[in-house]
């Protein structure tokens, strides 16, 4: 028998491989695209940067180092160069499958980066493995935009996992409706009417705005708003600001808030500073055919009757009067209990005509 040559022993102290079999080597060479393992084979193993991830802005100097050990798929056993084509992308991408797997059998609640926003979801990636998350499951509120999930680490569960059919669904809505419904039950145990709480305005109608207390919102009714009059609720808040609010009300799931403290009542003083016989300044506030309506302060106004606004005939407040304008007038009654005061500028010319009379007959 003859003795076999260094060559041939070299080759038969070497392993055979096969297409689709997983090796471990250690890294000998990295480039920006390419990193080189020594795989105990005739040849090298070459993984390039498509097989090793699907970042292609990724420098693989950056994440892989000679000396490293790492675990590969084989694609070729002779890539037409005389290496072996590796894949490192595939092999994690079934590590993945199997990770998503367990998660999905386990109902296991995932965290994982957006890396991509398309037209219908977001796309994350799972160990190499890729999730979608369809645009109607990403939030448990309607998303326009969904662009600011870009790049974000979300929380999701695996709804459907079929990697035959490229079919690996996530959830995100169902953990924000059952967070959502957990901190509900937590802030009814402990909020009662009466209670002042903060809140985030969330949303601004006509007719009020919706205040988020961390668990439900509440309706901040336009008439609460102030002591005053509010015409318009979106010239007084904007979405996100913060409000210490009142609880005015609680029916089942729905509160109802408010902004008109008691102890800032302007009723509560009203009776000395417009008492009979005082005279006081105000704004014409809004007219009807039969007087005009005088805010005195926000939250109090009072009544000039047409009749108490001229010794001169007046057919209609608007004839002589506008809504804006700063009017002296005397308060001729206070109903503190009716929270109705009633003001005469007539009063006030009365006042003056006897002033000048003692002054004329001085003059004489």
Not at 66 to 77: F, I, R, S, Y
Not at 313 to 333: F, R, Y
């Amino acid at each position: 028998m003859s003795e076999m040559s260094f060559e041939q022993m070299l080759e038969e102290s070497l392993k055979t491989i096969h297409n689709g079999e997983i090796v471990e080597g250690t890294v000998i060479d990295v480039k920006e695209d390419e990193i080189v393992l020594n795989i105990g084979y005739k040849a090298d193993g070459i993984i390039s940067k498509n097989e090793y991830t699907n970042d292609a802005g990724v420098d693989l100097r950056d994440v892989v180092k000679v000396g490293d050990t790492m675990e590969a798929k084989v694609l070729k056993v002779n890539d037409g160069d005389g290496q072996v084509a590796l894949t490192y992308k595939k092999l994690a991408a079934e590590k993945g499958n199997k990770r998503l797997e367990e998660a999905f059998n386990n109902h296991e609640v995932l965290k994982a980066t957006v890396t991509q926003v398309l037209s219908g979801g977001l796309s994350v990636v799972v160990d190499e493995a890729r999730v979608f998350i369809p645009a109607s499951l990403v939030s448990d509120t309607y998303e326009k935009n969904l662009e600011k999930f870009a790049d974000q680490e979300i929380e999701f569960v695996i709804t459907e996992f079929n990697p035959r059919r490229r079919r690996i669904i996530g959830d995100r809505k169902q953990l924000l409706v059952a967070k959502k419904e957990e901190m509900q039950k937590e802030l009814f145990e402990r909020i009662h009417v009466g209670d002042v709480v903060e809140g985030v305005v969330k949303n601004i109608t006509d007719f009020g705005a919706f205040v988020d207390l961390g668990g439900a919102d509440g309706l901040l009714h336009i008439s609460e708003m102030s002591w005053g009059r509010v015409d318009n609720p979106r010239k007084i808040f904007n979405v996100g600001d913060k409000l210490k609010v009142l609880l005015k009300d609680i029916n089942g799931s729905k509160i109802a808030l408010s902004l008109k403290f008691e102890d800032e009542n302007p009723w509560l003083t009203a009776a000395e500073k417009y008492a009979a016989g005082n005279v006081v300044t105000g704004r014409v506030a809004r007219m009807t055919d039969f007087g005009a309506f005088v805010e005195l302060e926000p939250g109090v106004d009072a009544l000039l009757h047409v009749s108490q606004i001229s010794h001169d005939h007046v057919e209609k407040p608007s004839d002589v009067l506008k809504v804006g304008q700063e009017i002296e007038a005397k308060v001729v009654d206070f109903n503190g209990e009716d929270k109705k005061i009633s003001l005469s500028m007539k009063a006030l010319e009365n006042a003056s005509a006897k002033e000048e009379a003692p002054a004329e007959e001085d003059a004489e």
